[in-house]
């Protein structure tokens, strides 16, 4: 059984910094893409970083140069980095895997992040 298990929300002040982490269980983690989403109330859920099975890291716009996205295969765990965070962050930050056998996608239950201006 998959598991994915986000942690580390919070609330911050804008320009502050949150850790978030994924902890994955039941899934061939090395040979997963994995990555970092978020939906904000009222919008869609949208690509914040990714990570593929080679180690290559692609992140969206809005995040370039302030998020970093890291793992740890051992520890079958992923991390986000933010730093600079911004009101527009704020959201549920969900943690995704894609099996690398069948291609289907896990998300985890998310963690909150809150920043106050």
């Known amino acids: 059984q998959v598991q994915l298990v986000e942690s580390g929300g919070g609330l911050v002040q804008a320009g502050g910094s949150l850790r978030l982490t994924c902890a994955a269980s039941g899934i061939g983690f090395s040979l997963a893409q994995k990555g970092w989403y978020r939906q904000a109330p009222g919008k869609r859920r949208e690509r914040v970083a990714t990570?593929?099975?080679?180690?290559?890291?692609s992140y969206s716009d809005f995040v370039k140069g302030r998020f970093t996205i890291s793992i740890d295969l051992a520890k079958k765990m992923m991390y986000l980095q933010m730093n600079g965070l911004e009101p527009e962050d704020a959201a549920l930050y969900y943690c995704n895997v894609v099996d690398p056998l069948n291609h289907t996608p896990y998300w985890g239950r998310g963690t909150r992040v809150a920043v106050s201006s």
């Open positions: 990570i593929t099975r080679d180690g290559s890291r």
